[in-house]
Nanobody, 125 residues
Framework: QVQLVESGGGLVQAGDSLRLSCAASGLTFNSYTLSWFRQAPGKERDFVAA???????FYATSVKGRFTISRDNAKKVVYLQMNSLKPEDTSVYYC???????????????????WGQGTQVTVSS
């Protein structure tokens, strides 16, 4: 059974940190770009960060310098370290695996085929 399971969300105050994890099972992991997206109520799902199979990282402008994406291929886990959190970071965060192997090809959600169920991050002011 293919699964991506996120964890680590919660309620924090502005300025705090959280680390999200996404554990994969039942799917090939190492050769694919993995990404984090987020979606706030009533809004579209937005790209947050990506990490290619080679370890290259890419970030949305809004999180650059505050968030760090990493991966552990042996454990099949992708992480999102979130520092200096702001109220506008409040969203459900999803991890996703790219449809195809190869280099990172952009932030379009349509380029990803496997998604987790999401984890809620709430940042109070």
């Amino acid at each position: 059974q293919v699964q991506l399971v996120e964890s680590g969300g919660g309620l924090v105050q502005a300025g705090d940190s959280l680390r999200l994890s996404c554990a994969a099972s039942g799917l090939t992991f190492n050769s694919y770009t993995l990404s984090w997206f987020r979606q706030a109520p009533g809004k579209e799902r937005d790209f947050v960060a990506a990490i290619s199979s080679g370890g290259g990282t890419f970030y949305a402008t809004s999180v650059k310098g505050r968030f760090t994406i990493s991966r552990d291929n042996a454990k099949k886990v992708v992480y999102l370290q979130m520092n200096s959190l702001k109220p506008e970071d409040t969203s459900v965060y999803y991890c996703a695996r790219a449809r195809t192997t190869g280099p990172y090809s952009g932030p379009n959600a349509g380029l990803y085929d496997y998604w987790g169920q999401g984890t809620q991050v709430t940042v109070s002011s």
